[in-house]
């Protein structure tokens, strides 16, 4: 039996996947030239339909890498000198926060409680970090940030840079991306594609500092992915390297899917989804979910502790034809994650629930 | 009419690459995650499986990129802390230089004579790189080091790291691998694969220096992809990020080919094929090979400067079946770059010498 991949990312592919495969190599895309017009077209093209799907305003700069996690290095390397500040609730925003302290960074980490809030009573009323380090979404525990915690991180610093990792919400993640200024993502997760591509969004702000930092010279910007390489090529609809174009030309076609479907249409799908499957863990006497905080509960990556281990619930799901993830790392275990990308349908959402109520 | 891709990379894909991508949507690669048992799998038949295709010692470890470019970035952090030597003639060479420059190291250039070879009567006696830097071959001109030339940097330099760029010589590039310490290329030119995905062989000289740096504490490594970071993945049968895992399966589809076909194989064709656009060149009199010295030619990217400029021999080659390069960055306009990998059939590449024969 084909199993549905509900897996956290890499997960279940777009639908078209194999359409849009046959498309590009039709057009000769794993031959193109990234110095060529064709590929600058599909730079172009592929940067304004992201900025459009996000709402990200016109004057941001796109910029594109091997990974999501290739960004937080460029991001402390280009928008830091001395200390950033971190809110950590789960394995990626902690990588988030070593990434920079390995530069030399003054890494100031604010742990969860254990309900997922942040208190920030102890940070002197004089801190002044450069940069503010956050994960909307922590795909090793399902726990998200809420729009009210982003905006009063905002209100406290507003004349700070802020940076915010949407790998696991993106792209329904129901941000106002005019206020934060690098906002990244890759493409394994919400976009059903194979990895191998990260994306950034910069506002003019971050590109500023990149820019006054360069100047300076006393720090290390990342060379070739520095803020300003990237932007000196994507000022001729280019890349500084050869870059994953294939990717880009399937992350173009999803990103036209996308729009075509309406990021309005995809965000409440998402929430029904959600909704369904929280409701059905909610039911369960074997399954809970681990996030109790509603507030806190990520649409997208949903974990559950299952009181028999993981491994008897992941087989259980898998004789039913689905694959789950298990817990992330020590995790692994004791929780599962089940992933709510816009490639999931609400029928095999249904059925997975179905599942879950008899397990 | 379908144009056969004689560009220096991105370039003709693999004859059999559409195959391989069916084969891996079968096996649901694209949804694979990088924390599974299948992927350890992978990642551990495709890294011994270039160990033999390129005959490098079982002892060294192969890491994964985005890109060759960041190979240049992660080789300086991770092989030097104070100086590299860099051997340059052209943009590639030029760019692994500046790379080692912006990161503060004293890169000491030693730029080819117009007859491509190098003096190094300049250098002090007492002078000691921790890290010399070549360029296998140059893509931007069509140069490449001969044997007896990288032979001399080793013995003149017998115990210092030596890194080599083989992103436009690989697989076919003839050099004794187990006397060089960080080897390193990307696979959309000679494997005839997509771009976005780099590969490194580190030697455990390297590997110990990389220990060393990031034992003294004073040397930022490049946090997730420091080699020792990688190493750790490695020894698990991952990587530290999510990969290109995609190209990492056709990479390993297309070594399993190469390795049926034997290397020698391939390199005597690729000498065969490279012969006889040499020739061809060399009977032309409106398009002459850049390359005079027949010791410097590159077998895999030939250039050639036609007497009334790129555009109308390029022109001239697409009506007739074929796209090539024009020449690199300032070249463009007065050069062309015509590509000789292993997806070139001597069939095509008999045809486009009579295209040759006839301009």
Redesign the interface.
Known sequence: ME?I?F?V?????HEK??EF?AKG?KE???????RSPRFSELFENLSNNLKILFNVPEEYSVFY??????F??RIVQNCSEKNTLHFVDGSFSR?FS??SG???RINTEIVAEDDGSFFLDNLPSTYEPELICLTHNETTNGVTLSPLFIESIQKRFPDKLIALDIVSSAPTSNVDFSKIDCIFF?V?KGFG?????GVIFVSPRALKKAEEIEKNGKQ???????FMDLAKYASKKQT????????MYLLNEVCLDFLNRTIEKLRSETKIKADLIYKALDGNKKLKPLVTNKELRSETVIVAKPINGSQEVIEYFKKGGFLV?SGYAEQKEMQIRIANFPSHSIEQVQKLCMLIDNY
């Open positions: 199993l991949y897996t990312g890499p997960s279940k592919l996947f194999e495969i190599n000769n895309i794993g031959s193109l030239s990234h890498s091997g990974s999501a996690t290739e937080m290095e990588k070593e990434i390995k530069q030399g890759s394994q594609l194979p990895a191998g591509l290390y910007t990342g060379s070739y992915h520095s500084p390297e050869t870059p994953n174009v294939f990717g993830a």
